[in-house]
């Protein structure tokens, strides 16, 4: 029996991951964070979906007995903060707080923090699951912009790890039914997409492939295909793979 863990399960491409992991028949776990103020909505959804909820806090030991207990055979980790999201936590806290707030809500803290934690918790459950994690194009060795360098680090981790794995490193994830507007994840896209235009008409048919913007759904469909797909374990892939997927 297949079992999927989702963690980043309430974003634009998690919930998409969710939904087509529960019709294809895997037992689908959807990680909601406790304090999510949409829990309910979310669990009315993904359970009508077919998957199952999870609250389990982000806390080592708990995220570990979690997984021990359920022994999946995919681990997703779809999740990341955004400087909008930093900006609206710090806004919430007094400036004494403000600095601590940020950095609990940085790049390093979830981007890098939360995956490492969920492959460290993946690999004590001892269920070998393959680990599929959603990073992004333009991560490398030595980059220095803090997003980046927090998913280099991710990724360097679960290739060191032990488990099988499925790295993806899509351009922009954006399309018009995201929730949240985003003008300036819409404007990159824009103009990347326009950039892999010229690029396909000058014959640069990877590069335009690899750049070109996804919708969540486009981008769902290729995670769970190449996560059952015995010739990307261990592969790192980018868009134009997704898309073929
Ligand atoms: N957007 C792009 O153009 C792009 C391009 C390449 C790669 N990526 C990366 O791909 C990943 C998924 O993208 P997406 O657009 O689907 O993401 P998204 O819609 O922003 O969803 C992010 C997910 O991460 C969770 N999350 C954020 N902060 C958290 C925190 N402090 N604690 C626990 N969970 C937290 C969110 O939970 P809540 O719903 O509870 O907040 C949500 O489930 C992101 O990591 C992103 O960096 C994005």
Redesign the pocket.
Known sequence: MQIAFV????????REVVRLLAARGVRTVAH??PD?A?ADEWRRRFESEGAAVDTTP?VDAEITRTLSGLQPTHVFS?????RA?RRESASHSSSKSRESSES??SYE???YG?TAMLIRAAVASGSQPRFVY????GVREHVTNP?LLA?WRAESMLRASGLPFTIA??????GPD???S?PL?RV??TIVDAAAGVARLFGAQRLAGSVR?MT?SE?AVGLVRLAFDAAAENATVGADELRAA
């Open positions: 963690a980043g399960a309430t974003g634009y491409t998690g909601v964070r999510s949409r982000w779809l999740l990341g903060t955004t999201r609990s809500e803290a979830i981007d939360l959603l990073s992004a194009l997003y998913r490193r899509p351009s922009f994830i954006t995201r929730d949240e985003r994840e990159g896209a913007s969540g981008l």
